[in-house]
């Protein structure tokens, strides 16, 4: 008989601490037990990846009418019904949560509902009170969305926020350039908000291609979004009074180590004190939003757990540091997925749970692989990419760039400018694509199945080789001969 309750403990309900989870106790017979204090599913399911793309095809209908008349039909335009939208998002949301519980059930996993701490290094410690021991702890308590350390940040919302608006707002400051601001940027455009985002660098989207986010950067401002670079905010205050009222903390900062009732509180608390709110910008300009929303970075979910006191070892923002293999300093706590800060993605979160499976349950050492991940960013258009950019790759070797832009016949035909992207960075010595960049709508769709061929080290003549399907956007990916620039 063991020694301890359980072969592992998990705490996080996130898609990563499911997965491990069920895949442990389903496949590799171990006694499994879960914690989570907030709803099943996570960022991902509940505040994040789902509920956004819900945002994002909703967003996408309001060109639909313009460009159905192009098309031969007459169709009426209408206002968007965001309290419709709100309860059919609330029942898909409840829908999926409980899909994931009953997939913890029905593979034999305990569930509590409650916050876990750390208490040793096979003890974790119940908000109930309770105690339980195992034999390996695995930590998968995802990450949370920051404001910046501002005076009155607190008038601002945050990407967990927007699916819980009453109503939307008539104008919206969206204060960042990474892609959940972007993303943001497009949805609520499409929605009808009047949108203006700043961002204090150069240009959106830092660290992807610079001629993809040039040209995302370029479509978003032809759209309408009112996209301010070298841009940031310097005060902010209620648009009533004075502009001198002080901050001394935020609802989402304040909440890191509160239970889920503490949290919704405090939120409902913001959201009562939330108004017009005047803006003072790096430039010198004044302007009054109705909202405010920072999309300005996420720290890892590790205040409070006690990691630390039993060995555990941090970084500077809170990420938990574990090897290869997801292991921590403590050999009985692993963690993984944004808790660690590596690759920030639900489907990497996911990977890393089944090779910590592998490797601690099925005795099968698995490091994790981050190498040439397949990511979108859901703007519109949207940006596929695989691999690395023209500019970290030119840094690295010689390469050669193809690359084409045009209009799709789509909205071509609608008289829409719309302009899109395909491009390849190829290896001069080993002929090898190093990287493939995709600005077009589904370019999301395209670039997971682009990602295949980059991760088996698909040659520029093995994408030659391959007949295109015409006609289609992606088939520009195989039909171009000549480089356009080398480097």
């Known amino acids: 008989m063991s020694d301890f309750d359980y072969d592992l403990f998990v705490i996080g309900g996130g898609s990563g601490g499911v997965r491990a989870a069920r895949v442990a106790a389903g496949e590799a017979g171990a006694k499994v037990a879960l914690a989570e204090d907030d709803r099943y599913g996570g960022t991902c399911v509940i505040r994040g990846c789902v509920p956004k793309k819900l945002m994002v095809f909703a967003s996408e209908y309001a060109g639909v009418v313009e460009d159905a008349a192009s098309y031969g039909w007459d169709l009426k335009q209408g206002p968007f019904d965001w309290h419709s939208f709100q309860s059919r998002l609330n029942t898909e949301l409840d829908r999926l949560e409980q899909v994931y519980r009953d997939l913890l059930k029905g593979s034999g996993v305990d569930t509590f509902d409650a916050r876990a701490t750390v208490a040793g290094p096979h003890e974790v410690k119940l908000s109930t009170g309770e105690t339980k021991s195992a034999k390996h702890i695995l930590v998968a308590t995802g990450g949370h969305p920051v404001r910046p350390n501002l005076p009155n940040a607190h008038l601002g919302i945050v990407s967990d926020d927007i699916f819980h608006l009453e109503s939307l707002p008539k104008s919206l400051l969206i204060v960042g350039g990474g892609y959940i601001a972007c993303e943001f940027a497009c949805i609520m455009h499409g929605l009808g908000v009047e949108v203006t985002q700043y961002y204090r660098g150069a240009q959106i989207l830092r660290g992807f291609d610079d001629e993809a986010r040039g040209l995302v950067a370029e479509s978003m401002r032809e759209r309408g979004i009112d996209l301010r670079v070298g841009t940031n905010i310097v005060e902010m205050a209620p648009a009533s009074d004075d502009h001198t009222a002080s901050w001394t903390g935020t609802a989402s900062d304040a909440a890191m180590g509160a239970d889920a009732k503490q949290r919704q509180e405090m939120q409902q608390e913001a959201e009562a004190a939330r108004g017009p ?16 929303l920072f999309a300005t ?33 403590v050999p009985s706590i692993y963690a993984i997925g944004d808790v660690t800060d590596r690759v920030n993605l639900t489907p990497v979160a996911i990977r890393e749970g089944m090779a910590f499976v592998e490797t601690v349950f099925k005795g099968n050492p698995t490091p994790v692989d981050h190498a040439l991940i397949p990511s979108a960013i859901f703007t519109q258009p949207e940006m596929g990419t695989v691999g690395l950019s ?8 010689a390469v050669e760039v193809y690359c084409t832009s045009f209009r799709p016949m789509q909205t071509a035909f609608a008289g829409r400018s719309d302009r899109v ?14 990287g493939c960049h995709i600005v077009a709508p589904h370019a999301g769709e395209m670039i997971q199945l682009a990602g295949v061929a980059v991760k088996m080290g698909a ?29």
Request: aromatic share 4%; no cysteine.
């Open 277 to 292: 709110i005047w803006v003072k910008s790096t430039n010198g300009g004044e302007r009054v939003f109705d909202m405010v």
């Open 297 to 329: 970075g996420r720290d890892p979910n590790t205040a409070d757990m006690g990691l630390e006191e039993v060995g555990v070892k941090l970084g500077r923002r809170g990420q938990i540091e574990v090897d290869k293999y997801s292991q921590t300093a």
């Open 390 to 397: 023209e500019e970290d790759a030119r840094d690295q070797e």
């Open 421 to 434: 992207l395909m491009k390849l960075v190829v290896s001069q010595a080993s002929r090898k694509v190093l």
């Open 459 to 487: 040659t520029k003549e093995d994408f030659d080789r391959t007949v295109a399907v015409h006609p289609t956007m992606s088939e520009e990916i195989v039909t171009m001969r000549t480089p356009m620039r080398t480097a």
